[in-house]
């Protein structure tokens, strides 16, 4: 059952070719990993698959709506969460307000402060940011920060989230960690997953399905252990 | 959230005391307390676009002046009531339709854009008036003090409600967000526009009754006056002087500059204006949460 | 007419020129919103009054003291106000959101201190008021002086920051602080100077001011205002950009007003300048630094 599909997205900015004609489907419940080298178009496709960003030419949709002209908040309120590379938190709120206000605005649509303070408070249990519910958000150290992004993600009560590098920077324990824990989340929320990482040991572990991307071009497109062996990545990455 | 009720109970008796001032029979003490009346609503009307969001608005004294002028024309074919709801609804409507492009507007841009604002519309009022052949108008028959001041504490008591309610509720919280982080918030399906537009009308409907409430006070109505850049920069002062981001702050920074200008506006009223830059500079780099923050330490000490 | 007007517009434009550039330098390298700017034209402007009026000192040499009078000013604000702010980076963070604020309560203590010591009367005095006549241009010495001043500190500006190394050290400044400290620019010195520079600028159009209107403590303000106008058109931090955007506002303001009459002055800079920022907040020319 297809839950996200995107077809001949382009995005130009200027005379860079961020992009080009991207296609690509991902089923409800897998986890999909996105790997190509700094600016090869990764976070430019999320940002177009959210909203922030709006492509050239292309079509996305979301299960079974079109995306297209839909702001960012619409996009949000359809189950469409995402984290950023570089984190934005709610510095000057506490971590649990940074998940309350997403639980209230979100897909989730709890309004009311309980609902919004138990999704909350399961989305940050799920990152392991519990203990810390009551800090401020500006205080976490860079790797709870991300967890806080994932977190943020999650209380919106989303069906598919899109993870950019929330791996970077965390110690071999922790990206252990973080995959068992987005493994669990699969399991338990039947969420589906779309993910860049640097860390390549742990997309190709995690992912069921791998887009490499090449200057904004799709090069190859399957399961890990198929992509790895695919020729175009094999030049792209080592010559 | 114990403090809660304690809040309540202490705002209640507040305005309860306020209400009594009439009581007094002293044309100046009631004088005086129209005035801080008159703050209290301006400030916290401000505070909900402006603590909230951040989006510090340096004009709006444009939402005033708009409320006088409408009021002392519309008195012509109105009674007083009904002129007084013009105003507001004026002001509110100016919001509305500047409201889009001007919020588009961020950070330090956004503080200029909404003085220069200020400043071209009272430009426009002052040709519009010179136009007309009016240089200043007056009002006869205006309600008295007494009635006006009632008016004016009911306008205090809303716009504190207001944001005792809005900052707990979930549209406060959408707000801080936006305030923290718009593209962020916009990602966790905060309708960004729409929310900023919404706090930026409700931010200038009273400042546009109080505009109109103060007219009938003076009788008197000259635009450059009505729309005098002082009023933005009394309401931002004071605001921070106060502390942003508590219900309480308005309050305690409105008593402050209520005091300092009764001793000093009258008779040294430069000074008085130097004194406020300076607490301007000072609260805001040395003191960023302001009295009500200052107050709130002391009582948990 | 039309080439009297021509001249009008070139000797606003290059004053304009001249106020925003302070304006710029003061934006670009500290990022901060200096909204007393306009302020420091007014007491540049008393200056040369009283320096001429009381001791009889020609406004040519109070364009050295005023140069030196507002540039400590300029020090004393960075000492005071700014130093330990700008040094650590969360402060410095919430300094750049709320310059604005801190400049404005500034202005007010300026204008009003002014008020108190000078009173409100508006001031004038006569300097070089003979007049020249050139190629159908009738226009005073004072005016000519004006314009040799304004073009000899915008140009000799714009030669320093292509030319001088310490020029570069300040455009470096202006586009990326932390990647200027990291090549060995100190980032410190550069903000100190600039912000001395820019308070001195400022001063400097003052008195060249004086010798043409009448002054008054409150007539800074419009100063201020046509300063954001130029910069804010030219781009904020974009030095070079903004002398042109000076002259295009000179020119806009003088023809304006040519063709409607002088009560739409006010309307027509006001109009430029909520137009520009709602159309433009990037600027009309070239890509302005971003405001962090």
Redesign the interface.
């Known amino acids: 059952m297809t839950i996200l599909d995107v077809q001949n997205v382009s995005k130009q900015f200027g005379g860079l070719k961020a992009l080009q004609d991207v296609s690509f489907s991902v089923d409800e419940g897998t986890i999909f990993g996105l790997m190509g080298a700094n600016g090869a178009g990764k976070t430019t496709l999320f940002g177009v698959i959210a909203g922030q960003i709006r492509p050239n030419g292309g079509s996305i949709s979301f299960a079974g709506k079109t995306l297209a002209g839909q702001r960012p908040d619409q996009i949000c309120r359809l189950g469409l969460g995402r984290t950023f590379q570089i984190v934005r938190p709610f510095g000057n709120l506490s971590v649990l307000d940074n998940v309350i206000v997403s639980a209230m605005y979100g897909s989730a649509r709890a309004h009311r402060l309980v609902d919004a303070t138990t999704a909350g408070r399961q989305a940050l249990e799920d990152v392991g940011l519990a203990p810390l519910a009551d800090q401020l958000a500006a205080s976490l150290t860079l790797s709870n920060q991300k967890r806080l992004e994932i977190a943020r993600a999650l209380a919106t009560g989303a069906r598919l989230v899109l993870l950019d590098e929330v791996m970077a920077g965390l110690t071999a324990t922790e990206v252990a960690e973080m995959t068992e824990t987005l493994f669990r989340l699969r399991q338990e929320r039947g969420l589906t997953i779309l993910i860049i990482e640097h860390v390549m040991g742990a997309l190709m572990n995690l992912s069921d399905r791998i887009l490499v991307l090449d200057h904004g071009v799709p090069i190859a497109m399957g399961p890990p252990e198929q992509v790895v062996a695919d020729e175009n990545v094999l030049k792209v990455y080592f010559g | 959230m114990t403090g809660k009720p304690f809040l309540i109970a202490a705002f209640a008796v507040v305005a309860g005391l306020l209400a009594l001032v009439p009581q007094l029979g002293s044309e100046y003490w009631l004088g005086v307390a129209f005035i801080v009346a008159m703050w209290i609503a301006l400030i916290q009307s401000w505070s909900l676009l402006s603590a909230t969001t951040g989006y510090i608005s340096l004009g709006h004294a444009v939402f005033y002046g708009i409320g006088a002028y409408v009021l002392v024309v519309s008195l012509d074919w109105m009674s007083v009531p009904y002129a007084l709801a013009l105003s507001g609804a004026a002001a509110g409507l100016l919001a509305l339709v500047v409201g889009l492009p001007v919020l588009r507007v961020k950070g330090p841009y956004f503080v200029i854009l909404t003085f220069g604002f200020a400043e071209l519309v009272k430009n426009l009022v002052m040709l519009l008036e010179t136009r007309l052949g009016q240089f200043s108008r007056m009002i006869f028959d205006a309600p008295s003090l007494e009635a006006l001041y009632y008016a004016m504490l009911a306008l205090a008591v809303i716009a504190t409600a207001l944001a005792a309610w809005t900052a707990q509720s979930r549209f406060g919280r959408g707000l801080a967000a936006i305030r923290e982080n718009e593209v962020a918030a916009e990602a966790i399906g905060v309708p960004v526009t729409r929310l900023k537009l919404f706090a930026f009308v409700a931010s200038a409907i009273i400042p546009g009754i109080v505009g109109g409430l103060l007219v009938l006070r003076t009788s008197y109505f000259a635009a450059d006056q009505a729309f005098d850049p002082a009023v933005s920069f009394t309401i931002v002062t004071t605001a921070i002087v106060g502390g942003l981001g508590r219900v309480s702050g308005p309050l305690l920074g409105t008593l402050f500059l209520v005091i300092l200008s009764e001793l000093l506006w009258a008779r040294f009223p430069q000074a008085y204006m130097m004194i406020l830059g300076a607490l301007l500079i000072v609260f805001i780099l040395f003191v960023p949460q302001g009295l009500a923050g200052l107050v709130g330490r002391g009582l948990k000490r | 007419m039309f080439q009297q007007l021509l001249f009008a517009a070139v000797v606003s434009g290059a004053l304009y020129a001249l106020v925003a550039l302070g304006l710029n330098l003061v934006y670009g390298s500290l990022r901060l919103?200096n909204?007393a700017h306009g302020d420091l034209v007014m007491i540049g402007a008393y200056t040369a009054f009283w320096s001429f009026t009381l001791l009889g000192i020609s406004p040519v040499v109070s364009l050295a003291t005023t140069t030196v009078l507002c540039a400590a000013f300029g020090f004393l604000v960075y000492v005071v106000?700014l130093k330990r702010?700008l040094g650590s980076p969360a402060l410095a963070q919430?300094?750049?959101?709320?310059?604005?604020?801190?400049f404005?309560?500034?202005?007010?203590?300026l204008?009003?201190?002014a008020?108190?010591a000078f009173s409100a009367t508006s001031r004038g005095y006569q300097f070089l008021d003979g007049v020249h006549s050139f190629a159908g241009v009738s226009a005073t010495g004072s005016m000519l002086l004006l314009l040799g001043v304004a073009a000899a500190i915008t140009l000799g500006a714009l030669a320093f920051l292509r030319f001088h190394v310490a020029g570069w050290s300040l455009l470096a400044v202006i586009e990326r602080k932390d990647a200027a400290a990291v090549v060995g620019v100190n980032v410190e010195r550069v903000q100190m100077i600039s912000i001395c520079a820019g308070f001195a600028i400022a001063g400097v159009a003052g008195v060249l001011v004086s010798m043409t209107q009448q002054i008054t403590p409150f007539m800074g303000f419009p100063f201020t205002?046509a300063a954001?106008v130029v910069v804010?058109m030219g781009g904020l931090g974009n030095i070079a950009a903004g002398i042109a955007a000076g002259f295009v506002l000179g020119f806009v303001e003088t023809f304006g007003v040519a063709l409607t009459s002088a009560?739409?002055r006010?309307?027509l800079i006001?109009?430029i300048?909520?137009g520009v920022?709602?159309l433009r907040?990037q600027g009309l020319f070239g890509k302005a630094v971003q405001?962090r």
Do not use: C
């Open positions: 919103l909204i106000l702010q919430r300094l750049e959101a709320n310059s604005l604020i801190i404005y309560g500034l202005s007010v203590i204008q009003n201190g008020s108190l205002i954001f804010i009560t739409y006010s309307i006001y109009g300048f909520v920022l709602l907040p405001a």
